[in-house]
């Protein structure tokens, strides 16, 4: 069976040092980003990880041009919920997890297969306990 072509094969989540690395034109990532353009892949990132990459020396206009093209998903009820039973499944709580448990919530909820870059592999990859490829970037 082939998917249709309207459907997005996958999903690529940024995460913080991910979508720092694309507002900076990061060789690595912006070959990641070429490769989900061809694949048809979504690109995402949560809402939560805009708190984490916004600062003074931030680059505004290549921070809204690097987000035009991809999708913000938002932190809802329901992954806030799901990132709180991620955080439980792995027995970790407080701030320190918190926005990775809504990432690792974020990219779950996505359509797979999921591959997410991040430069805290080890944290993601114990929220998503293997459901979704965590790269380090």
Known sequence: MTRSPA??????VLAREGLAKAVLRDRTV??????ARADD??????AATLVEVVHP??????????LSRLV??????????????LLADAGLHG?????????SATALASPGPVTILTSDPEDLTTLCG???????V
């Open 41 to 46: 892949l979504r690109v995402i990132a949560s």
């Open 72 to 85: 913000v998903e938002p932190v809802s009820e329901p992954i806030a919920r799901h990132a709180s039973a």
């Open 130 to 136: 293997g459901r979704a490829t965590v790269v380090k």
């Open 95 to 103: 701030h320190k997890y918190a926005i990775d448990a809504m990432v």
């Open 7 to 12: 459907a997005p094969g996958g999903t690529l």
């Open 30 to 35: 912006t070959g990641w980003l070429a490769l």
């Open 57 to 66: 020396r931030i680059n505004r206009p290549a921070l809204e041009w690097t």
